[in-house]
Each structure stands twice: as C-alpha cells, then as structure tokens.
C-alpha cells in the first residue's frame, strides 16, 4: 500500500535469497524438491479448529481515485468484476484518507496517488465535495456486497499537510517523524470527523480506524512519489490514544487497528513494544507481509486479539506468490481476513487488473485481466465469510468448514516444477453424503473445471500440474470423530490431568528458561493457560500465556521419565506435540520421542512433575481441555 511501490519490489527481491530459511526455521517445513513428481496423503482434521474467516478484500488507493472518475459503465465493470457474484467477491473495502497535499507542492506525487483532503488549512470548512472518486468506488463496492458480508476499513497515510513539520503529505527530511508534535489530538480530531461524516451522511459505517501506515520504515520522506509519515512505536502510542479520545467524544461505533508495519517481525516488534494500555484500545492488529517471518510469533503476541494482513501486494504476474503468502498466513498467522494492496494496477506484474493510471487521458475501459486475478478467486470465491479454518496435515493446503452448508473447502497449491498426487484423506468426519468438484488456475488454465473427480471410503485423489492452485468442494460433509473436542488455534486452554484433576503449570509462575512444568489446583493464573500454535503434520507448539515459552521435554532426552519443563520457543522437535483426542481426554506425544507427557508416579498432589514415558494408557497421561474465559 502505502509504501512506495518501487521500494517494496526491491525489497521482495532483496529477501527472495531467504525463502529456503524461512521455510525452514519459520513453517517447520522443507519445500518439495522440484526434481520430480511427488504423492502424498493429506488427511482433515476437523476436530481442531482455527480462525473464523471474515473475508477478502482490496485498498482503494490509489486505482479508485482514477476509476472513479471514469464513465458509470466503467465504474461498474470494475466493481463486478472485484465485489460482484461473477466476481471475485471481494467484501472487504479499505478506503483511504487523504491528508491531501500542500498546493505548493502539485507535482510531488504520482498522479493516481493524489487522494484530496477533507480540509485545506486549520482554519478551513471541510469540504464535503471532496474525493468523490474513490467515494463512488466505495458506494459501488458496499452496493454489491451483501449487508452481513460487507467490511469497511478507513486508513491514513499522512495527515493533512498543513499538520505536517515538512509542509508536505510525502514526508519528513531524512525520512523523520513529520506529524507536528502538538497535532496529534487535531489529526485525530479530523480522522473522526470523517469517519464520522460517511457514517451519518453517506450511509458507510467502518468499523475500524487506522491512522498510520508502516509507520516505523523509512520510506516517507519529502518529495516522494505518495503520502506517508514516519511515526515510531512511542508516538503510536500516543496518536492510538488521541484516537481512542476523539472516537469516545464523538460517540463513534469505530475501533482502532494498528500498527500497519510493513514487515511482520516489525509488526509483531510495535506490538510488544505496546503497553497494557495501548493495547486496550485496539481492536484488531493489522499487518503488511512485504517482509518478514514470524508468522507464529506475531499471532501468538496478538494474544487472541483479532488478526488481519490488512495489505500485501508483490510483482509475480503468475500469481503463484500470491497464494504460497495466502497459504503461509492462513496455516501460520491465522488472520482472520486478507487484504490485497490494489487489485487494480498499471501494468507490471501488480495487478489482478491492470491498466494506465498515471495517465490523464488514459482510457480507462481498456485494460487486461491477469493470471492473479484466477488465481485470487481460487480463494475468495470458495472460502467465505463465517468459514472456519480447520486442520489439514499438508504443508501444501488450507481447509476451510461451512458450518452451515455442510460443506468442506480445501484449497492446495503446487509451486514445484512437477506434478504432485495428493490423497485426500476426509474419514474424521463422521458424515459424507454429497460429492467433490473442483476448480484449478495453472499456466494453460483459469478457474477451469477439475474433471475425474470422485470419493470413495471419504477418500479422494488429484494429481495436480506444476505451478498450480486446485479449489475442491465438498458437500454434505459433516461431523468429527474424537470424542466432539476441537482446538481453536486462538484460544488459551487450561490443560487438566485426568488422574488428579490438576492443571499443567510452570512452577511459580517464573519467565526463565528450564523452569519446571508440573501440575498444581486451578488458581486462575495465567502460568496456567497454554495456546496451541501450529508447526505441521498436526503437531503444536504450547506456548504459555504468562511466559510466552514453549512446553519442551528438556535436553531432547528419547528417555522414560525425560523431565519437561519450558524454553524459548527455538522451533525443536522436542517442543512439538501432538494431541490425539480419545472419550474427550487427549495424549500429548512429543514429536522428538513418541512418548507422551504425564504426571509422574500418577502423582495427585501439587507439585506432581510432569516428565515423559512411554504410552501405557494411563490416566496420568490423559489430559482434559478447558478453554480459558478470560
């Protein structure tokens, strides 16, 4: 978004030399190698449960500022094929801001970046006439998109220029911080004045307010070829509570989002740097995946919290990039929506629709529909709004549940030079009575009926061709083996031992590594609450709520009675589990030892360690899962 557009290319670029390590140490994985064909099994696992989804969506800066002034044919054309049924049925909207630049300064900013403010000076009416561009855009968009459906987000990307210390909306010199240090709580002010302005007049009531736009990165800097404005965690801060201030004085049904990093280490980094306070008065944390790794790390220090990639965007015309991010944030991240920067671009490789829209005369009713645009619908059209993420054991696909339609979604991506055979596993459902169809974007293909498709015993198998993105339906498909527990990936759970009704619990609630694990009665502390974060193949991560630190069987010991205690989530084996659900208790097997964690001697006083053994279907070593209310 927001970022200089050129800036980010060369940052894609810079970091592609990381993927290989990224999968590595970030997913737990290896990408399949491209040599040959491969087979393998991917099995459903509908008794863990992730995200509920809330939908797909674009930025409208900058492309509606110039569609919108286009002819009313063409304004349409746009919005069926984005927001419409026959579309890509985008249904989030994120609508920008303008600060609006300062007139002496007309040639700083591309011409489709040039957003009009609401305001000309501090002493200026605001002008309702305004940026009726990107508004129809937004009109257009809501107008097609169902009323339970429909999202609406508001961003900034500078404040207006006259509350700027450059006098420009582009940045600061030297990429400094430029909103003057006593226009806070007026930027805030003109922020919900607006958001106040749609909501009363033009019937479009967002439901969050973000007010600054990777804010820690130094791309914004006087002159720049679009708005931005440095503001680092500590001013965040201070911006996020005028806003919080301005939203209460006005009475506005708004929440706030932040912090819009462009990278999501850096996002995960503002966000820890947050106090208890700031924290309070956000809504939903919102990331950029331009850059950056730690998926599972930003997720867990989103603490429940709701989770968005509020913008990616990449020049990979195949679109095959951007479903491996898809695919990564919805298995790792678990964000409950994603957000395209713009779906309509000039043309170099940007765009799931491109066009010229730099140029004044351009005509913008010719353009070109892209292989990105197929590939985009493989997700948005198939995966909905009120879907929920489950389980699937493959590195390679997202499964999504329609609680309501009785129908499962799995969506897999081939990004090696070979054909890959997958069997779909789906016989942890109780209940299949309806059929598969699919849908697949390859190089010879788009959105093309996937023929041969057939189960048999829940089961069903495709080969799928190299750099390629399968959509599989199935319908009538219902129910869970397991004894009816699930997982929801984003909730913390007090683990209790069946043999002593005790809970899992990190010895006097201490924050050092190798602190003992052991189990103690229910005190309510947060040193008792664990959240399962995915690695693969079904195993998860226990991270503790009061330590952030992983449940881990020390010195990677294989051994009877290997101590367990926690650690600095270092990704090891040894910090892996898988839980295997039988009559509503669970086993917890260690991934480095196939032995499962118990409370040693079937111990049932405070203090009774937890170590590993070999499964001998005790009740020391079942355990019971109880989502924690607070």
Excluded: C
Aim: charged share 15%; no cysteine.
């Amino acid at each position: 978004m927001a970022q200089t557009k050129y800036k980010k290319r060369l940052a894609i670029l810079n970091h592609s030399m990381l993927i290989l390590a990224l999968l590595i140490t970030t997913y737990g994985v290896v990408p399949m190698k491209n040599a040959s064909a491969a087979s393998y099994n991917a099995t459903v696992n509908p008794n863990v449960q992730y995200q509920t989804w809330e939908g797909w969506g674009t930025s409208l800066a900058w492309w509606a500022n110039r569609v919108g002034g286009a002819s009313e044919s063409v304004r349409n054309d746009y919005a069926d094929k984005l927001f419409g049924s026959n579309g890509l049925q985008m249904n989030i909207v994120r609508y920008n801001i303008g600060g609006g630049e300062n007139p002496a300064y007309p040639n700083h900013m591309e011409l489709r970046a040039r957003i009009p403010g609401f305001k000309d000076s501090a002493t200026s009416a605001y002008d309702w006439t305004r940026d009726s561009n990107q508004r129809s855009i937004l009109q257009a968009a809501k107008s097609r998109i169902p009323a339970s459906e429909f999202i609406a987000e508001a961003f900034s990307n500078s404040p207006p220029w006259w509350m700027t210390k450059s006098g420009s909306v582009t940045g600061n010199q030297n990429a400094a911080e430029n909103l003057k240090d006593d226009m806070y709580d007026d930027f805030a002010d003109y922020l919900t004045t607006v958001t106040k302005q749609f909501s009363d007049q033009w019937g479009v009531n967002f439901r969050t307010l973000s007010a600054f736009n990777e804010p820690s990165s130094d791309y914004w800097y006087f002159g720049n070829r679009q708005e931005g404005n440095v503001m680092f965690a500590p001013n965040q801060q201070v911006m996020i509570g005028q806003l919080s201030n301005a939203i209460a004085a006005k009475g506005l049904p708004i929440g706030i989002s932040a912090p819009e990093e462009t990278s999501i280490d850096l996002t995960r980094k503002s966000i820890d740097s947050y106090s208890a306070a700031t924290k309070s008065k956000l809504v939903q944390y919102n990331t950029h995946t331009y850059q950056g790794s730690d998926r599972t790390g930003l997720n867990t220090s989103a603490n429940g919290k709701r989770l968005w990639n509020s913008e990616h965007g990449d020049g990979d015309n195949t679109g095959m990039t951007l479903s491996r991010t898809i695919l990564s944030d919805l298995k790792y991240m678990k964000n409950s929506a994603w957000v395209y920067w713009q779906a309509v671009e000039t043309p170099g490789g940007w765009g799931m629709i491109e066009t010229d829209l730099n140029t004044a005369s351009a005509n913008l009713g010719t353009y070109t529909v892209t292989k990105k645009y197929h590939m985009m619908a493989q997700w948005s059209k198939f995966i909905r709004p009120g879907y929920k993420i489950i389980d699937i054991v493959d590195n390679n696909s997202v499964a999504a549940y329609d609680t309501v339609g009785k129908k499962l979604v799995i969506v897999t991506v081939n990004s090696t030079t070979s054909p890959n055979t997958v069997n779909y596993d789906l016989s942890q459902f109780t209940t299949l009575t309806g059929n598969v169809t699919g849908y697949r974007t390859s190089s010879s293909e788009n959105m093309a009926a996937i023929s041969g498709l057939s189960l048999a015993n829940k089961k069903f198998t495709n080969t799928q061709p190299a750099n390629s993105v399968s959509t599989f339906v199935i319908t009538g498909i219902s129910g869970a083996t397991g004894g009816g527990t699930t997982i929801d990936g984003n909730a913390y759970y007090k683990i209790v031992n069946q043999n002593s009704n005790k809970l899992l619990d990190v010895s006097e609630a201490s924050t050092t590594d190798g602190a003992n694990v052991l189990q103690w009665m229910d005190i309510g502390g947060t040193n008792q609450q664990w959240k399962f974060v995915a690695t693969t193949n079904g195993y998860y991560k226990l991270i503790n709520r009061k330590t952030g630190k992983a449940l881990e069987v020390s010195a990677q010991s294989v051994a009877d009675g290997g101590d367990v205690v926690q650690w600095t989530d270092n990704g090891g084996t040894n910090q892996q589990w898988k839980p295997v659900f039988t009559d509503n208790t669970m086993k917890l097997i260690n991934r480095n030892s196939n032995k499962v964690a118990e409370i040693s001697s079937g111990s049932t006083s405070n203090g009774g360690d937890v170590i590993q053994w070999t499964d001998n279907g005790g009740t020391n070593q079942k355990w019971i899962l109880l989502k924690a209310t607070d």
